[in-house]
Structures are given as structure tokens and as C-alpha cells.
């Protein structure tokens, strides 16, 4: 086959890599094309005219691995009318070695409700790639504070506005944003941040912090809740599994937004029909919000024929040839995602994210963004038949995303230092340990994770959320996968919920308050089990 839409899935699976940061890279290596080298996304907060160091490489390289202690400030933010005083503390907790002596310092900002309660819930948060630093979900999701986005989720500026989060989820749970190594201000010893880039070796780290973290603040009692975005939700159901068998914690809850829980259902063998069959309901809601649908009940509603059809009639068709499915399913599939018919049945039917989001708006001159669909920019290369210029949403947002995390640290948090801010690692990626080996090949996975953690504590709660528009970790994947995972005895089903918006979903406000409003349930529940009499069960 040569249709561009039908790659490799090795090639799609490195192209999908890079744009997992939750949010990371978003630009696709066309076929043959050779690796396009990237600058790492730092901010740089030496003053105008500072001389450079004079120093060796190695001595300069160290010192710029030297982070100011712990900075501890007070504030207050109003939540449902209410005023809410909170504690702040910007800071690293030292990871020993084997031998005792500090490997990595991790970077975490935590928020505590004032006055201290050491058996309130506390959610510890991550985004994804790897190589992201937790700002995403920390300034755009559920801090205190947030940065201003219109109510499609773009973010204005330059420069950036931040203003106090009245979606916070401090008023149900004390927060703690984790920055992995190598990513925001955490740095391994030495510059061997690459000790730590791997799925074994990130879910040992992480563990270690948390166990730290709990024991340092005295909170070994309180409920734990784990969030994570994109590789991030993959990271969180690890980790929870990791934390039951160390007999660190068993967590409470976790919140998985846009997560990708299965590399091999969403980047499969070449000739497996299942992951256009999960794309197809994604496309479709780009386009009816183009058609002015765009509120989450109309958009659930609208959607029930695009998600019928394509795990029925169109899975059938596709499965059947490439002939005989592209002329049964072509024009069905160009109805449903405003596709031209020509260019759906030039692909035989099937669609790729990276043929749509060059193709949806081609007459108007715009690309789409992989991160939510509904959003566009102009094509800077028009007669290029590839998508391969900067992303709509991520590349223009980076450096606002960076500037005003350090300022916010610096003048907020009173956490000051002319260290690099590594928001997004872009050398992570490419050097990350799957697991894969001669021995263990294939795609990683944590489903299976998933469900043990669920069967070694029932009492564990799931909440699976996914934005409609979201062309990355597709909405209908997880509905799949936790369709495939058979019930456990007294175990709470998981939730699955979608929202208007792409794969940062919570950027929409609407959206942020609608995924606080699905998660308060499983905290409430939460904190009346922790401070429940003994002998007694919570409602």
C-alpha cells in the first residue's frame, strides 16, 4: 500500500512518541524524511547583561543544578463564594542512592488548606511525554491559580495572564505537582539525569517521592489520589500498583486525563483495523464543531452514530479489504468527518489524524492542532502533502507556558533561581526505556496494572477522562480498553467521562469545571472514610 495515511505503525508509533509530552512536540517526521533535531523549551532568568560564567563546562553544568531551598508562602483563593486560605511550598525532596548519598533532587510545588489536616485527601499530579513538567495541569487545570484561555482553550498573550482557578480542587484535596527527572527543575547528580528515563525506572523514582513526601509531611494517613495526563495516566496506574506491592500506600483514586493506557491499541501491527475504527468518532467531533455543536451533552448525543458505526459497519468494512471497505465505507466516513470524498476514498476509507488535520480546512488555508482538533492555524507549507509544521495549540503556547510558570514561582511562590526551567525535555523521548527487549517485545501497556491495583484494593476509585476533539489518545480508545477488562467483585466500575475540548481539556472552563464536578464524588467519599468510626463504612 503506499497511501501516506497507511504507514508503518513503527514510524506511527515514534511520531506519536513525540507528541505525547501531555502536551509535547508536535511536529511528524514524514516517510524517508531524515530526524529533525530540537532545542529543549527553557526560560533562562538571568538578569539583562549578566556576564557569563567563567567556568568549566562541568563546573557550569553543576551549578546549574544547584536549586534554593524550600520556599514556603501563604495565600488565599475564593471557591464557591468562599474564601479559602492555603500554604504553599515550592521545593525538592532528595532521592538517596544505593549508597546513601542524593541521586536526584525532585521539584515539586504542594499546596496545603489551611488550618493543616493530615487526614484530608492529597493528590499527587504528573504530566506526561515523558519529558513533561507538571505546569500543564498545575497553571492549567486544578491549582489555585490558572492561566487565561478563551472558552475554546486557546491561551492568550503574549503575554500570558494568570488569575485566581475558581475550579481549584484545593477545597477538595491538598495538591502536589511532581516534576520527573529531567523535567521543570528536577536534576539528577552529576547530569545523569538518564538513569532515570525509563518505565521501570520512573515508577521507582516516583514511589520513592511519594513515599518520602508522605512521611516527611506526616501524611501517611491521609487518603492518596494520583493524576496523570497522557503518559502521565500511564505513569499514575503504574505507580498505584507499584506503591500496593511496596507496601508504601494503596491509593484511594485515580484520575486519568487523556491517557494513553495501551501503546498497541492506539499504534498497532500494520494490518489491524481496530485503531482507525477508535480515530473515527474523534473526527467526526471536529467536525460538528465546525457545524457550531460544541457543548458536551449536544456533543455526546450527536456522537452515538459515529461511535456505533465505527465499531460495527465500519470496523466490518475496513477489516474486509482494502478494496471492497474503502467503496462500502467511503462515503459514510467522508459524511461524518467533512472530509472531500475524493481524498476518503483515495485513502480507501481509512483516516489518519495526520492526512485530517492537513485536509479538514485545506480550502481556507488552515492546519489543525493533533492536541484538539477544533483548533487552527494558518499552513505555512500549503502545497506540502504532510502536516509538518508547527501545532496550532503546543508550539506557539511553550514558551507562555514556561514564562509565566517562572514568573509565578519567582514572585508568587518566592522559589527564585537562574536555573533552567525544562517545561518540556524534548531528549527524553528518544532515550526512554519501554521495557522492550529480545526477550519482551512489543508495545507498553498498563492495563493489566490497572485492573490488579483495582483487585488488590477494591475500595480503589477510577475516573477516566477524555477530551472529543482530542487527535492524540483518541476518546473511544479507553472506553475500548475498559470494555475488555471483566468486573470485579466489589470493586467500583470505572468512570469514564468526556468533554468538550482536545487533549488539554480542562483549558476549556467549561470542561474544568465539569471534570471537578465528575471527580468530587470519589473525594468526598474519600474524606468521610478517613475520618470514619471504626467499625463503620461510609455512604
Known sequence: ????????????????????????????????????????AIVDTKPDGAKPAEAKPTEAKQADRTLPANAVTHHTVTVDGQSLAYTAEAGTIPLPGSDGKTEADIFYVAYTRDPLDTKRPITFVFNGGPGAASAYLHLGGIGPRVIEANDKGEIEGPPPGLVDNPSTWLDMTDLVFVDPVGTGYSRAQEGKDEKFWGVEQDTDALADFVRRYLIKFTRMLSPVFLMGESYGGFRAARLARALQKSGANSPSGLVLISPVLEFGLLYGEDYDPLSWAL?????????????????????????????????????????????TGGKAASDTVARLTGLPLNVVERQHARISSNLFIKEFDRANGQVLSRYDGSIGAPDPNPASHWANGPDPVLDATVPLWTAVFVDYAATELGYKTDASYELLNRKVRSKWDFGTSATRQGFAGVIDELQEARSANPELRVLIASGYTDLITPYLASTYLVGQLPVLPRAEPIQIENYAGGHMLYLRPDSRAALKQDAKRMYDRAAKAASWPAGEEPG
Open 1 to 40: 500500500m503506499t497511501q501516506t495515511s497507511l504507514l508503518p505503525r513503527w514510524l506511527q508509533l515514534a511520531a506519536a512518541l513525540a507528541l505525547l509530552a501531555g502536551p509535547a512536540l508536535a511536529q511528524d517526521i514524514p516517510p524517508g524524511h531524515p530526524p529533525v533535531a530540537d532545542s529543549a
Open 279 to 323: 480515530d473515527l468518532p474523534s473526527l467526526a467531533a471536529v467536525n460538528l464543531e465546525r457545524k457550531s455543536i460544541t457543548e458536551r451533552a449536544a456533543l455526546a448525543e450527536a456522537l452515538k452514530e459515529p461511535e456505533r458505526y465505527a465499531m460495527t459497519e465500519y470496523l466490518v468494512a475496513i477489516a474486509s479489504g482494502v478494496e
